[in-house]
């Protein structure tokens, strides 16, 4: 009876402590939910120039540092393991968002104003390069270097490189012929109707196909398909936006190429699909305040790779356009970091670009004025995709995988700092 009577103390005494941490942790989720929005804590913002135009005040960098230095220390009192799973996931984007804010009012409290030109790029402000490692964290993940992210670009340039000769040998063409095969009529329309019919087409055989590789699916209402009327966005395949994949046919003909992996990564199952997965899944008032690039932006770019399984590769022709896609995204990789990190001239992002992309200048130098205005955007699609695969991979080795259990775990919360995500799919 003695003994029976210790262990039922040390049971009560446990529970006590475990209600007592969700309890105090339940308190600091209501704190930050009833002071952030006063805060004035600056949204991710695409344009460098913009960001920094709108330094805040020192009263207000005064009040965040002291917010989230509290917060950290309230965290650290918190004792993780007495935690529900959905509780320590706030727990974990709370502290990563601590620690980059006060990351980011450490480098504002230094700004001193000065003419900027976003022409020009981050590389020649005020602490340039610090101000480019945060951006990287907060575009990509909080994990990422610079030094690090330039040599994955590289091995990145070297494998997607390795799939584009394969892909010319087996078509059994010298390189040569091949490159001027490319350029035939065949692989480009010119009438808007034959576009849609195509994308119409795509969205009718996936329906089937994502169906038996992705949860969710009767859930998610059906994408639209329509052709996209703002010039200024030429330069681009297509974009999503509000239910809608718009596909970009003006002047030049539209490379049919690119027509199953762009629909994979805007509609479904990328962006369209993962951004009303979002809605379903059970996510905590703390998990809405934040989004995160690396996870959306890889997540998109990830499903491309699933060309096999959902049956858009029906030629070597529709994969090798994929890899022609995934060779300037990797290749924006290196000059990313170059220009912003490295300090490289236009003259020296443009020789490398014409180091691995041949005869497509013209897309270099606007792809180079783009990374000048955004840094560290363009990396999230490479980095957060090479993660998820990894993550697959992995998976593939346990036993009795499915596509579909894989990725309702990678989904179960919506989307997370890559580097979060990554603990909780052990």
Not at 4 to 16: N, V
Not at 71 to 81: S, Y
Not at 248 to 260: A, T
Not at 313 to 318: F, K, W
């Amino acid at each position: 009876m003695k003994l029976k009577s210790i262990l039922s103390a040390i049971f009560l005494l446990l529970s006590g402590i475990s209600c007592s941490q969700h309890a105090e942790f339940s308190q600091i989720e209501n704190e930050f939910l009833e002071q952030i929005e006063g805060l004035e804590v600056p949204n991710l913002q695409i344009n460098y120039v913009a960001r920094l135009s709108n330094i805040s005040t020192s009263e207000k960098l005064r009040e965040q540092e002291v917010f989230f230095s509290g917060l950290l220390n309230k965290l650290d009192a918190i004792t993780i393991n007495e935690l529900s799973n959905a509780e320590r996931i706030s727990f974990e984007i709370l502290r990563y968002e601590s620690k980059l804010n006060l990351e980011r009012v450490s480098l504002e409290k230094k700004w001193r104003a000065v003419p900027l030109d976003e022409s020009v790029s981050i590389y020649n402000v005020p602490n340039g390069t610090e101000w480019y490692t945060y951006l990287l964290k907060r575009w990509v993940d909080a994990q990422v270097k610079p030094e690090a992210l330039f040599q994955f670009g590289l091995s990145e340039i070297a494998s997607v490189k390795a799939n584009m000769q394969r892909l010319q040998q087996t078509s059994g063409m010298e390189e040569d012929e091949f490159q001027k095969y490319l350029e035939d009529e065949r692989f480009y329309f010119v009438d808007p109707s034959d576009v849609q019919d195509a994308f119409e087409a795509i969205r009718e055989k996936m329906k089937v196909t994502a169906n038996s590789l992705f949860p969710y699916i009767n859930q998610i209402p059906e994408v639209n398909i329509a052709r996209g009327t703002n010039e200024n966005l030429a330069q681009v395949p297509g974009f999503y936006d509000n239910s809608t994949f718009f596909y970009n046919i003006f002047s030049e003909p539209f490379n049919n190429r690119q027509l199953g992996w762009f629909y994979a990564h805007e509609a479904i199952p990328g962006h369209h699909y993962q951004f009303m997965v979002n809605e379903i899944v059970e996510r905590s008032p703390v998990q809405n305040w934040f989004s995160y690039p690396g996870f959306f932006e890889g997540w998109g770019a990830y499903v491309e790779y699933l060309g096999d399984e959902l049956g858009f590769l029906e030629t070597i022709y529709d994969e090798y356009g994929k890899w022609e896609w995934d060779l300037i995204r990797s290749v924006r990789v290196c000059i990313d970091i170059g220009l912003n990190y490295y300090g490289w001239t236009d003259e020296k992002a443009l020789d490398f670009w014409k180091e691995h992309i041949s005869n497509q200048d013209a897309i270099g130098i606007r792809e180079i004025n783009r990374m000048k205005r955004w840094p560290a955007q363009v990396i999230s699609y490479k980095y957060g995709s090479s993660r998820i695969l990894e993550m697959l991979e992995k998976a593939k080795q346990e036993p009795g995988f499915s596509f579909m259990e894989f990725h309702k775990k990678i989904l179960q919360y919506g989307d997370l700092p890559i580097s979060i995500l990554e603990k909780y799919q052990g």
